[in-house]
């Protein structure tokens, strides 16, 4: 249980264009995921917290109309980078945590699979 | 906001070695998890810890939650190739509360 799927695994795209990126929830719900971000041979770097029916949160430093967020249901979080720059070629990575069923907000993170993001 | 350190950074092992892992805070968390992360892939929980003094085992992996709450081990014994990744420590500094990252500890294991 507790799989979170991430669309697409990489993606290629010309500068200036943009991509979206869907992070889901296959069987849990999630009110809350959150977007990372990972440069090779780094840790994950927390970019923004995307709640269900609201506006996402998002950490010092991330431009929020550079990185929308959209949380329209309880199974899916979509992450669009909007005119893409080679600047913002990385690994994004997606996670979500299951509060049914560990009970709280210590319940542990359930990441997806990542997607490599190659601006050209 | 809180940081985790964890060391070491890289370490290079023979097969059948064991291995130990640990990160420290200056804060206290109240609950640790380790994850490992195959490259191009997502970081895959490994253990998760939630009471001081817990200690914790999944097959070959033995993790600790520290008796002050300001660090945790991971122990990983017998090493097999397939044991290479790069492994993280996660810390929830409080209910509600984001996570934090330790750097990673990238683990080569020579058969």
């Known amino acids: 249980g507790a799989v979170v799927s991430q669309h697409p695994s990489w993606v290629i795209c010309k500068s200036g264009t943009s991509v979206k990126i869907e992070c889901r929830s296959l069987?849990?719900?999630?009110?809350?995921m959150f977007w990372y971000r990972q440069f090779p041979k780094q840790s994950l770097m927390l970019m923004a917290t995307?709640?269900?029916?609201?506006?996402?949160?998002?950490e010092q430093g991330v431009e929020k109309d550079k990185f929308l967020i959209n949380h329209a249901s309880l199974t899916l979080s979509t992450l669009t980078v909007t005119s893409a720059h080679p600047e913002d070629s990385s690994f994004y990575i997606c996670?979500?945590?299951?509060?049914?069923?560990?009970?709280?907000?210590?319940?542990?993170?359930?990441f997806g699979n990542g997607t490599r993001l190659t601006v050209t | 906001g809180q940081q985790l350190n964890q060391s070491p950074q890289s370490m290079f092992i023979q097969e059948g070695e064991d291995v130990s892992m640990n990160c420290t805070s200056s804060?206290?968390?109240?609950?640790w998890l380790w994850y490992k992360q195959d490259p191009g892939e997502g970081p895959v929980l490994l253990i998760a810890?939630?009471?001081?003094?817990e200690l914790t085992s999944n097959g070959r992996l033995t993790a600790q939650f520290g008796i002050t709450r300001k660090d945790s081990f991971l122990n990983i014994s017998a090493s097999i190739p397939s044991d290479v990744g790069i492994y993280f420590c996660?810390?929830?500094?409080?209910?509600?509360?984001?996570?934090?990252f330790g750097d990673g500890t990238t683990l080569t294991v020579k058969p």
């Open positions: 996670s979500a945590r299951d509060f049914l069923r560990g009970g709280s907000y210590n319940s542990p993170l359930h």
């Open positions: 069987d849990f719900q999630a009110t809350t």
């Open positions: 995307s709640n269900e029916g609201s506006k996402a949160t998002y």
């Open positions: 804060s206290i968390f109240n609950t």
């Open positions: 810890l939630y009471k001081a003094g």
């Open positions: 996660a810390g929830f500094p409080s209910n509600a509360g984001k996570s934090t």
